[in-house]
């Protein structure tokens, strides 16, 4: 599956390179983070590899660090927005079942609301 540096075709791409609007809340040199467009939850912030990587089915060994880094990033934006505390959400949705529509690999940080488990409907 290819990697990019940057898909035409991806919105969170263009986002990375503000191409089109977003709010930014973090920005480094291989991950960036703004705010979901559409909040399900009073915080609601999406944290991207730069590098356009389709799913989680995509990643390598490679990759470890990277994804290692994303969580470290979420988890002090998680505190910088004042739900360390209370606690949160941080989660990957992966094709079909998982829900995933923007395909280029990014984490949900969920919070500012009490969360059930599991996430789908019984029965
Ligand atoms: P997925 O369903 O792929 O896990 O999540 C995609 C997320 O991206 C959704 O929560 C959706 O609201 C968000 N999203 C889609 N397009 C945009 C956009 O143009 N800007 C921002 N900030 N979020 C977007
Ligand atoms: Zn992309």
Known sequence: MPRLDYDETCV???????????????????????????????????????????????????DAA??????????DLAKQLGIAESGYRFGFNCGRDGGQTVFHIHGHLIGGVSMGWPPFPKG
């Open 12 to 62: 969170f791409c263009k986002i990375i390179a503000d191409k089109i609007p977003s709010k930014k809340i973090y920005n480094d040199d291989t991950i960036a983070a703004f705010h979901d467009i559409a909040p399900v939850a009073p915080v609601h912030v999406l944290v991207v590899p730069k590098v356009h990587i389709e799913t989680l089915n995509d990643l390598s060994a490679d």
């Open 66 to 75: 990277l994804v290692g880094k994303l969580i470290v990033v979420a988890k």
